[in-house]
């Protein structure tokens, strides 16, 4: 088993180690949608094609679509940005044109909390109580196939929390869209779907609706994950590969902190894309069956840090960097939303 030791939070089997630096010729984006956007966090797109966008430590909600600026569109009242923490994931309800609803995950005064709000109203939370600290608030939310809706926590700087089945921080949850434990969880009135985790920013699910996730390591390995329900993922006990042995399922793949620290996940095509911050690029790999093939870097220090990863409606994929964080280098126009063309593989 790999043991854990301590280092800075976002900057850092048949497990599969990539090989950095290796490159996709002609990854180029096609267009900057937006620019001088303030720590872009969580991106969701409305039925239109526009997209919505949380800004960390304003608590605004920007929608932004090609050739037109940014407007403000809503601004989360009770967003705490402190550290790592402020305004991070949003998604839009599946049924957003009937109901309007959009969730945002935030800290708060207390603590963490998802709440649910139309662009016109006052938000209504619908899960709290998720430890706060200054690091590994996680903060992605997403729903998934079945329509329910997941959430990606962090330890709050307590690695004892990922191994509590009471506690909400360091797992992955799955909650109705009221915010209750979801039917069919691994216990019964529990919102937990899965356990041992440090710090997971990334969710996305492939064509057969295999859910996948991306977890910030230590100073050893960053992962990639593929989520069943009830699996305990190791944190603290491990990290990377090794702990099968002991009840733990290994990940997929595994990164050094440098090479990727990674946020944001998207598949599409059978192809997983991860944006990675410290790592300053977009690694790929191919899916099949559940499984990973031998990833690969593109935009390698081309764009600096990248936080989320998302696809478009129309197959494209929008990027959005992270260089105005405190830990990026900042360049004319960051921080920015790029859109890639449709990916062929």
């Not at 990727?260 to 069956?289: E, F, H, M, N, Q």
Request: charged fraction near 20%.
């Amino acid at each position: 088993m790999l043991a854990s030791s301590c280092s800075a939070s976002e900057d850092n089997s048949s497990t599969q180690v990539p090989t950095a630096g290796s490159e996709i010729p002609g990854f180029e984006p096609e267009a900057e949608i937006a620019r001088d956007i303030d720590i872009p966090w969580g991106l969701g797109f409305l039925p239109d094609g526009a997209a919505l966008v949380a800004e960390r430590d304003t608590a605004r909600i920007l929608r932004i679509e090609q050739g037109r600026p940014p407007q403000e569109v809503y601004r989360v009242p009770g967003v705490v940005a402190e550290g790592e923490g402020g305004l991070l994931g949003l998604a839009l309800s599946p049924t957003h044109a009937d109901d309007g609803y959009v969730y945002a995950y935030f800290t708060a005064a207390d603590d963490n909390r998802i709440v649910r709000f139309r662009l016109d109203g006052a938000p209504q939370p619908i899960f709290t109580g998720i430890a706060k600290a200054d690091n590994h608030n996680g903060g992605r939310i997403a729903f998934g196939p079945d329509g329910m809706l997941y959430a990606g926590t962090g330890d709050a700087e307590d690695p004892d929390l990922a191994q509590d089945p009471t506690s909400p921080n360091g797992k992955i949850l799955r909650l109705t869209p009221e915010g209750s434990p979801a039917p069919g969880n691994p216990t019964t009135d529990s919102p937990v779907y899965s356990l041992g985790h440090r710090n997971v920013q990334g969710l996305a699910w492939d064509s057969a609706g295999r859910l996948f996730a991306a977890e910030f390591g230590q100073n050893l390995f960053d992962e990639i994950n593929r989520i069943e329900p009830g699996r305990n993922y190791g944190w603290p006990a491990v990290q990377g590969g090794g702990g099968a042995d002991d009840g733990y399922t290994d990940p997929l793949l595994i990164w050094t902190p440098s090479e990727a620290s990674p946020s944001g996940i998207a598949i599409t095509r059978d192809t997983l894309y991860v944006a990675a911050l410290r790592g300053k690029r977009l690694w790929t790999a191919p899916l099949s069956a559940g499984t990973t093939g031998e990833p690969r870097a593109v935009l390698d220090g081309t764009y600096g840090r990248v936080r989320t990863v998302t696809v478009a409606p129309d197959g494209a994929l929008w990027l959005t960097t992270s260089n105005t964080d405190g830990r990026g280098d900042v360049r004319d126009g960051d921080d920015r939303v790029l859109r890639f063309p449709r990916q062929n593989s």
